[in-house]
């Protein structure tokens, strides 16, 4: 299916364990994101990649990795899950960064027990 | 750095009713200003943007102009309905990223 796509897209996890979301996008956009979005908080940048082997911090990226071997796939690891990290997480993709439309997945609710 | 700051707290009105969210921004240049728009249990989706001053984005029936001389990007629209009840986010353009508010929750009443 065309698109972005995220999994899982619920995950329970344990405080201490490590967690990978996943995010596949088919339309070879150079940019993509990862946001969480907390009550209170809105959205907020995590890290972003402009293009395959290239990632950069965003607002809020301690605790997490990201990395980019394929310009398609843009995988965030929690190395130690906190409970302050029990969030939605959402990717996006976008052609041109913020230039034009970014696209967004449906999203990941994490729950770090 | 370029950031966002939307009205505080959630919205609620009637069916027909005239909607604003207000949005306004704080930036160095002259960056591209967005409303995104999150229904129930999805992700965010563009509503509509405008790139330069003076610009006005519309979609849907919702308005919205990008005003320099007051750093404003206000949302409106004239008859809201049920359909309508969502999350709005107005956004910026940073470095090839996006900033965003914090987002207002509407709910349209029948």
């Known amino acids: 299916d065309a698109g972005i796509t995220q999994s899982p897209r619920y995950k329970i996890t344990e405080t201490g364990r490590q967690v990978t979301l996943m995010c596949h996008q088919t339309?070879?956009?150079?940019?993509m994101f990862w946001y969480r979005q907390d009550l209170g908080h809105g959205l907020r940048l995590i890290y972003y990649?402009?293009?395959?082997?290239?990632?950069d911090k965003g607002e809020v990226p301690d605790g997490y990795v990201v990395s980019r071997s394929k310009t398609e796939n843009f995988p965030l690891t929690l190395e130690s899950a906190t409970r302050s990290q029990t969030s939605v997480y959402f990717c996006?993709?976008?052609?041109?960064?913020?230039?034009?439309?970014?696209?967004f997945g449906q999203g990941t609710r994490l729950t770090v027990v | 750095g370029n950031s966002v700051t939307q009205m505080e707290g959630p919205v609620t009105l009637s069916e027909e009713a005239f909607l604003t969210i207000n949005c306004t921004y704080t930036?160095?240049?002259?960056?591209?200003l967005f409303w995104y728009v999150q229904y129930p249990g999805e992700g965010l989706q563009l509503l509509l943007k405008?790139?330069?001053?003076?610009d006005k984005g519309s979609n849907k029936g919702f308005e919205a102009t990008y005003r320099k001389e007051t750093t404003s990007f206000h949302l409106e629209k004239g008859s809201v309905q049920v359909s309508d009840s969502a999350v709005y986010f107005c956004?910026?353009?940073?470095?090839?990223?996006?900033?965003f508010g914090k987002g207002n929750q509407v709910v349209v009443i029948p």
């Open positions: 990649s402009a293009a395959a082997d290239i990632t």
């Open positions: 996006a993709s976008s052609d041109q960064g913020s230039i034009t439309e970014a696209f």
């Open positions: 956004a910026l353009s940073e470095d090839n990223r996006l900033a």
């Open positions: 405008a790139t330069k001053a003076d």
């Open positions: 930036a160095t240049g002259y960056p591209s």
């Open positions: 339309w070879s956009h150079s940019y």
